[in-house]
Every structure is written in C-alpha cells, then in structure tokens.
C-alpha cells in the first residue's frame, strides 16, 4: 500500500482525496517509479476541482508531472537505480500520474534526470519550467536574438511565465513581464525582468496592428492578452503561445500575420517528442539558476493539494508549488 491523492465519481460526483491504495491500481506492465516530488500546474487544478473535464478515466492519480527513482522496470532502456523526470503524456488525465507515492508509467515518458539537477530541482521547475523552456527554444529556433528587442512574458509570476524570465534573462534577452500583481514586481526583477507591464494594459480588446514593442513574446493566458502581444510584436517577430489561463479563445484578425510576417507557434508540452524535451531539460541544466529557482518554490504536502487548487485556477499563486507526496 501506498499514499495517494485519488480522484473517484460516484453518481456522478466528482471527489478527490488522499487515501492509501494498492500497487494492483497501478498499470499492469512499463516502469515503476518511486515518487519523491510532483507539482501542481494549472491542469492539475483543474482536474482537481472538475472545473473542467481533464480526468477522463475513474479511479485516477492526477498530477502531471512526477520525479522520483526507478524501482523496477521492463524497458531495457532504463535500469532500477535511474533517476528520472515525468512531464504529461497524458498522465492525470487517461493514466494515474504523480500524487502519489508510486506511479507506473511506459519507459518513452521518462526523460533522465540532469546530473546537475535533484528530483526536487526537477520538479521545482516541473511541466510549467519545461513549457517555459520549450518556448525558449522556439524562439530561438526562429532566430530571435538579444538584439533584436525585447520579449514580453505574459503571466509572468506564474509558473511557466516565472521561469521563462529567469530563462531568458540567463540569454542575455531583455525582458518586459506582464503581471497583475503590483506585489510581484520586486520578485520578477529578481529573476530578471528588465521592466513591469501592467496586465490590465493587455487584457482588454486592442486595435488589430498597435505600436510594434516585442521581437518575441511567450504567452501562457491566451484571449485577448495574447491578441495583443501579436498586435504589438514587430516586423517578423515570433509569438510562441502555450496557455489558457486567460481564455482558449483568440479574438485576433491576420493583420499582424500578413502585413508584419509575425510568426505566431503554438507549443506543446504534454505530446512532444523525444528531441525536443531532451533539448528543454539540457536548456534548464544548463541556464537555470537553481538558487534563484528555490526562491520561486512554495513547497506543499498531499494534503494541502485540494485546498490550493482554486487558488491556482484563480491565478493567486506566485511561483511554483512543489509537491512532496512522501509527507
């Protein structure tokens, strides 16, 4: 037996709560892990409160993300002894994920740990870290540079949004963080941020073309936030969206597009291929500051995970919460 936080539906209800469970619940074949730390993200408090649809199977682990040691495995790629990080593929959402002290998923989730990295450092950056990273990389691969200006980071005192300013400000970019929380200026020019912008600045209807600002920008709220960033961004400047805490609509025309080449790229953390988390997770080793990183870590146990998740849903949370499911 092992602790868990389990999600189960009885005539129709929805209830999570921390229970101890067997390794029997767990899938039958792919490796077993022994969890030390998860995380919660944005979907993860949205599976846990049912405020949307993102459990599909009863009974179920949520929990996106895990990092922990494998303890037995039937992937010869990976050996009892590894460690190991776990970002999406669906767990918490078709397969049990990491809540718990135990998971057991198929060895093409698993990403080795960085030597330069402990599973706490992995999961105090978590899927939101890699997202980040991932958007980095985008940027880059479009061949945005420090010179060309600045990139705006929208929710920046969030999860994805706090990483990426330390992220980019460790290239050398110089970086506008958008917030709602007048509070969290002082903290996001710790990380780096070169200057504050005033959520409420974006998050209105704008014009369709508005003065050109950003060389690059990394959305993680969508609606009219990220309307504006690609309004605002200039001539062949890169968007790379990767959120919907703000709304999963896009109330944009083409102009931005057509008249200005703006590149607007979608990216995905939960279904991407090997290369590009390999290439995430060598960016974080290599580029994140793990001292500054412990300073965006609020660090919760099991227990406190359902108390927590409206809070995150209504975007209350600076930083990143940790999860340590073994107290």
């Known amino acids: 037996m092992f602790t868990a936080l389990l999600a189960t539906k009885e005539n129709g209800t929805h209830s999570v709560d921390v229970t101890?469970?067997?390794?029997?619940t767990l899938a039958d074949s792919g490796v077993l892990i022994k969890v030390d730390y998860s995380t919660i993200n944005y979907k993860d408090a949205l599976a846990v409160t049912a405020a949307a649809p993102i459990v599909r199977t009863?009974?179920?682990?949520?929990?996106?993300?895990l990092a922990g040691t494998v303890e037995e495995s039937d992937d010869p790629n990976w050996s009892v002894g590894d460690k190991v990080v776990v970002n999406g593929w669906?767990?918490?959402?078709?397969?049990s994920g990491g809540l718990a002290q135990y998971a057991r998923v198929p060895g093409s989730f698993l990403v080795k740990l960085p030597q330069s990295m402990t599973t706490r450092h992995a999961m105090a950056i978590g899927t939101a870290g890699y997202t980040a990273a991932l958007?980095?990389?985008?940027?880059?691969?479009?061949?945005?540079?420090?010179?060309?200006?600045?990139?705006?980071?929208?929710?920046?005192?969030?999860?994805v949004g706090s990483v990426a300013v330390a992220l980019l400000a460790a290239r050398g970019f110089s970086v506008a963080a958008s917030t709602g929380k007048p509070d969290a200026a002082d903290y996001l020019?710790?990380?780096?941020?070169?200057?504050?912008?005033?959520?409420?600045?974006?998050?209105?209807?704008?014009?369709?073309?508005?003065?050109?600002?950003?060389?690059g920008v990394v959305d993680a709220v969508g609606g009219n936030t990220l309307a504006n960033a690609c309004a605002q961004t200039r001539y062949g400047g890169v968007v790379t969206a990767c959120g919907l805490a703000e709304s999963a609509s896009l109330p944009a025309t083409v102009m931005p597009f057509i008249l200005r080449g703006v590149i607007l790229r979608g990216v995905d953390s939960?279904?991407?291929?090997?290369?590009?988390?390999?290439?995430?997770?060598?960016?974080?080793?290599?580029?994140?500051?793990?001292?500054?990183?412990e300073t965006m870590v609020t660090?919760?146990?099991?227990?406190?995970?359902?108390?927590?998740?409206?809070?995150?849903?209504?975007?209350?949370?600076?930083?990143?919460?940790?999860?340590?499911?073994?107290?």
């Not at 009863?58 to 993300?65: M, Q, W």
């Open 90 to 95: 669906g767990m918490g959402e078709g397969h």
């Open 58 to 65: 009863y009974p179920l682990v949520p929990g996106i993300d």
């Open 189 to 215: 020019k710790r990380l780096g941020a070169s200057s504050i912008v005033d959520r409420n600045t974006l998050s209105e209807a704008g014009k369709p073309l508005q003065a050109e600002q950003w060389a």
């Open 299 to 327: 660090e919760i146990d099991l227990s406190d995970v359902c108390d927590v998740a409206p809070d995150v849903l209504a975007g209350k949370i600076t930083g990143r919460l940790l999860v340590d499911v073994n107290r």
């Open 20 to 24: 101890a469970i067997d390794h029997s």
């Open 135 to 159: 958007c980095v990389d985008a940027l880059e691969a479009q061949g945005v540079t420090p010179d060309d200006g600045a990139i705006l980071v929208t929710g920046a005192s969030g999860g």
């Open 270 to 293: 939960v279904m991407a291929p090997s290369e590009p988390r390999l290439s995430a997770w060598a960016r974080l080793a290599r580029d994140m500051n793990l001292d500054l990183l």
